[in-house]
């Protein structure tokens, strides 16, 4: 007996006329269910299984194929982390005479080869494949290292950070998008929101390495942590030559039989059972409608060609034409709301922050801001728990809530006692409470969702332009607060977190009426979720690709034999 990780309806419902959709309908995916298929003297139990831990123990093999992209995710928290305490140590800033003009330029200079990478992958990831893309930026974010550990300059600081920012943007946009694309919809949430998992662990590391290692005598204090983060990054270079190859990207290059193949090991099917497993070749048909579907629509669109620049353009553009429009901008708005929260600006102007708040010393304040990663850390556990559970929604909105009011609450207290927190020490610790409730309820939705929703709003075709340019938005965006928070903080420090303040409330309301929930909704079913996909000619069109691929005939079959209606049945709540 095999299971799987699929959906199953009432009998009543599986009629030969439905298409896949209906099948495994989404009323069964959100409630959990089980069918049975007697095929070949077999018998199958599939479960639209279990979501959380659960379900991703279920799909172990998915589930570490993710951890390990999302080592990319964990060299951009190291950077983050690390960065901040070598920029504060003795022997890098007196080697230099580093002052906070060249503090600022090494930051920025990431963020902005950050972007570049970014969007540069977009391109890459479809032209030549997810994994490949994602070897290519090791090998460059690993020279951008070596370049910063190995730095007799403070140009070669500088180019270093740029070329390891090229590294670090185009995997924070490779990784999310490879992990959608392996993970099945059960689980799709809990899988993706690994990214910040492994962004948060990555600062946390990196913080408490640059802590450590910053009163070693000379230049081994920042060389060392500097120099560290090249393990993971030639392990994940080098692990990625091992993992299955993204089966949308196979359809999508017409490599029919390869998918298959990549699709079944990611399900845990071996070889033999491919042929008795009708689900699998749902999945695949669905697949294939979808980028059958898509290349139809280019074709009657487009006069370029595939693969030149005109084409390239073209794609770009398409994501801001009628149909793609709304989502470009969910993509491209989690992404900003998520940097306007101001996490960036705790992060880094944490110690600043809180000396403005009355906290005194070097390692009170470093050991605080520090603390401020770690409740994202831990933060993230239960998003990972339940984010397929409660949808994304709902994560969003309470998420925004709390972090407007703790921002006003701050806000309100700097600006009653700023100057005179000796005297009101109560209210400078309920500040640095709050400031604590701030990134606990940002860790729970805007952290996470941030990472997934991107990836599951696109379709195919498009997809790996739109993750491109959300992740985009995310650096530019982290970039800008970097530029603007010191002097906002200089002339009003109650004014800053009030002007967070209101970007959390625009984010509550975004979230309310904008944002669809996307969550156990199969991706290619996302279409559905925006309703708008494109009027009746694309339905149409759709309906006849499928009929075409036999997706119809295929479902019709299954769904009238003796033995599926008799057997199939659905148990609501046994998720
Ligand atoms: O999701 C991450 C995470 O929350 C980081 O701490 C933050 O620095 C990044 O900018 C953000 O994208």
Redesign the pocket.
Same mark, same amino acid.
């Given at each position: 007996m095999a299971s799987g990780g699929y959906a199953a309806v009432p009998s009543d419902d599986v009629s030969p006329q439905t298409s896949s959709q209906a099948l495994l309908s989404r009323e069964a995916r959100l409630h959990g269910g089980t069918l049975v298929i007697h095929s070949d003297g077999h018998s199958y139990t599939y479960s639209y299984g279990p979501k959380g831990l659960t379900g991703l123990l279920h799909n172990y093999y998915a589930l570490g194929c993710a951890v390990f992209v999302s080592i990319g995710g964990l060299l951009f !928290?190291y950077d *983050?982390g690390v960065i901040a305490n070598v920029l504060v140590m003795k022997d890098f800033t007196q080697r230099w005479l580093i002052g906070a003009w060249e503090k600022g330029i090494m930051t920025a200079v990431l963020e902005l080869g950050a972007l570049i990478g970014a969007l540069a992958a977009g391109v890459l990831a479809d032209r030549v494949s997810r994994r490949v893309s994602i070897i290519i930026a090791c090998v460059v974010f690993c020279i951008g290292s070596a370049f910063q550990c190995g730095a007799g300059s403070l140009a070669h600081l500088i180019v270093g950070r740029a070329i390891g920012g090229l590294g670090v943007g185009a995997l924070s946009m490779l990784a999310p998008l490879y992990m959608a694309e392996i993970s099945p919809p059960e689980v799709r949430g809990s899988l993706m929101a690994l990214e *910040?998992f492994s %962004?948060?662990l990555g600062?946390v590391l990196g913080f408490w390495t640059g802590f450590f290692t910053r009163n070693i005598p000379g230049a081994s204090s920042w060389r060392v942590p500097l120099g560290i983060q090249l393990g993971p990054g030639i392990l994940l270079g080098l692990g990625c030559l091992f993992l299955p190859p993204s089966p949308r990207l196979l359809v999508m290059h017409e490599r029919t039989e390869d998918a298959l193949r990549a699709l079944a090991r990611l399900r845990l099917r071996t070889p033999a059972e491919i042929p008795a497993d009708p689900l699998l070749k749902v999945e695949l048909l669905e697949m294939q409608v979808e980028a059958q579907l898509v290349a139809q629509t280019i074709e009657l669109n487009d006069s370029g060609k595939a693969g030149t620049l005109h084409a390239e353009a073209r794609t770009w553009a398409r994501l801001f034409g009628r149909k793609y429009r709304r989502r470009t901008f969910i993509g491209i708005m989690i992404m900003f709301f #998520? *940097?306007w929260s101001g %996490?960036?600006a705790l992060?880094y102007y944490g110690p600043t922050l809180m000396r403005e708040l009355g906290l005194q010393g070097e390692s009170v304040t470093l050991t605080v801001s520090g603390g401020i990663g770690i409740v #994202?850390f831990l933060a993230v556990l239960p998003a990972i728990v339940f984010i397929d559970r409660i949808g994304r929604k709902p994560l969003l909105r309470g998420g925004s809530a709390v972090m407007a009011f703790s921002h006003f609450c701050i806000a309100t207290l700097v600006w009653l006692y700023e100057g005179d927190w000796q005297s009101h020490w109560l209210a400078a610790w309920i500040s640095v409470g709050c400031v604590y409730i701030f990134t606990a309820a940002y860790g729970v939705s805007y !952290?996470p969702i !941030?990472?997934v929703l991107p990836s599951e709003v696109f379709p195919l075709s498009v997809r790996s332009k739109g993750v491109s340019l959300s992740t985009a938005s +995310?650096w530019f965006n +982290?970039f800008l607060i970097g530029l603007i928070t010191p002097g906002l903080m200089e002339s009003s420090p109650s004014g800053t977190f009030l002007v967070f303040s209101a970007a959390c409330f625009a984010g509550y309301l975004w979230s309310t009426y904008i944002v669809p929930e996307t969550a156990n909704v199969s991706l290619e079913e996302i279409d559905a979720v925006f309703g708008s996909s494109a009027g009746q000619e694309d339905v149409a069109l759709k309906a006849q690709i499928e009929r075409d691929l036999g997706l119809h005939e295929f479902i019709g079959e299954w769904a009238s034999s003796e033995n599926v209606r008799r057997t199939c049945y659905a148990e609501p709540g046994t998720s």
């Open positions: !928290g *983050q *910040q %962004i948060v600062a #998520q *940097q %996490i960036n992060l #994202q !952290g !941030g990472w +995310n +982290n």
